[in-house]
């Protein structure tokens, strides 16, 4: 696996499944496949006056979840009043809209990979939302929905001629394919799609060119709280198919840890898009993911670490779009809650809180009380 300043990919607790050969043939027809992009074609949309120039998309969907709510999300996100606090931090906004959602629901026929043509399709009609966006020189800020939305955003920039590379800010890095994860749920999947790893499903690998959308030199995994010992299957991909992981504790740790993802992403030539699941963060601390990790060791990211880390990855020249997903607003205990979330959002990504983080002028986000 790459190492970036040693302390950051500690994987000495990995250890490789066994019989899982295929990964390292899926690396060398990467490498074959490898092309260079011009990141210079890619506008990234920064107003005249610093702020970015949003364009909010949202994908009220629950499709990939074990369990409805996440659907919800976009408009509670809205309701919080996430563009007018974006535009009083010096940006510009517009809304876009929302894409076809769908509300999970079971599905007996495809039990291990349920929903899974509704996958596709609420994937699909994001790629040409996110495109549209491309188009009209913004930067796209999607609303989810589950992280499948995600595979969506990553087709709709190839969809509109540019490739780029993937920052993953999650709890677990959803590599999981189809018959490997209990509830069938798709969400757990979506970066094992983008790869299209043996065992993806073609209606989801498919939706935009030849797979796979992402190669694992693309791709950054950011803040997980993934349990350090052999035997974890997602643990065991991400050593094997050497994907720079920067884990919660590394976070806690090293602060500079957002400056080495960002030195990591770097050497895919691209411009990136950013991800963030809520589930990152420890779940006391913001209670809203639809699957949240454990209150327990490996903690999960603090609300000033994720802060920070938003800062400095919407910072760089590179950044591209970002996707905001996993948020249930049926799990918030009251509304101060996506209050709160979208606060934190826009400390991390509005203009006012990247200026501050330039000047070295670092206020506290809402409610953060250290874990470590």
């Not at 800062?311 to 709160?340: H, K, M, Q, S, Y």
Request: proline residues 7%; negative net charge.
């Amino acid at each position: 696996m790459p190492e970036f300043a040693g302390t950051v990919h500690d994987l000495s607790h990995a250890t490789p499944t066994p019989g899982r050969n295929f990964v390292h043939e899926l690396i060398r027809d990467f490498q074959t496949r490898k092309e260079i992009v011009d990141v210079s074609s890619v506008t990234r949309g920064t107003a005249d006056e610093g702020g970015t120039r949003w364009t909010l998309v949202g994908v009220p969907s629950s499709v990939g979840g074990h369990t409805p709510g996440m659907d919800l999300g976009p408009a509670a996100i809205r309701e919080a009043e996430l563009a007018r606090l974006l535009r009083a931090a010096g940006d510009e906004v517009v809304d876009g809209g929302d894409v076809r959602g769908f509300r999970r629901r079971p599905d007996p026929a495809h039990l291990d990979r349920q929903n899974i043509q509704e996958v596709a399709r609420v994937a699909d009609e994001t790629a040409t939302a996110v495109a549209s966006v491309l188009a009209a020189c913004r930067v796209p800020l999607v609303l989810g929905g589950d992280c499948t939305v995600t595979v969506g955003v990553v087709a709709g920039f190839r969809r509109a001629g540019h490739e780029v590379a993937l920052m993953y800010v999650d709890g677990g890095p959803d590599l999981y394919t189809p018959g490997l994860i209990e509830f069938g749920n798709v969400d757990a999947m979506g970066v094992a799609h983008m790869l299209a790893l043996p065992g993806s499903d073609e209606a989801l690998t498919t939706i935009e060119g030849s797979p796979p959308l992402l190669r694992p030199d693309q791709i950054v995994s950011y803040g997980d709280a993934l349990p350090e010992e052999s035997g974890d299957l997602e643990l065991a991909l991400l050593h094997e198919l050497g994907i720079v992981r920067i884990p919660a504790r590394c976070v806690h740790d090293d602060p500079d840890a957002p400056a080495l993802a960002i030195q990591a992403i770097a050497s895919a030539g691209l411009r990136f898009v950013v991800h963030v699941d809520v589930d990152v963060l420890a779940h006391y601390q913001m209670p809203l993911a639809n699957m949240p990790n454990p209150d327990s060791e490996p903690w999960g990211l603090t609300i000033d670490e994720l802060v920070e880390a938003l800062r400095a990855f919407t910072t760089d020249d590179r950044f591209a779009g970002l996707v905001l997903t996993e948020v249930n607003p049926g799990n918030a205990p009251d509304v101060t809650a996506l209050d709160d979330y979208v606060q934190m959002i826009v400390a991390g990504v509005g203009r006012a809180g990247r200026v501050s983080s330039r000047s070295g002028h670092t206020p506290r986000a809402p409610h953060d009380d250290s874990v470590r």
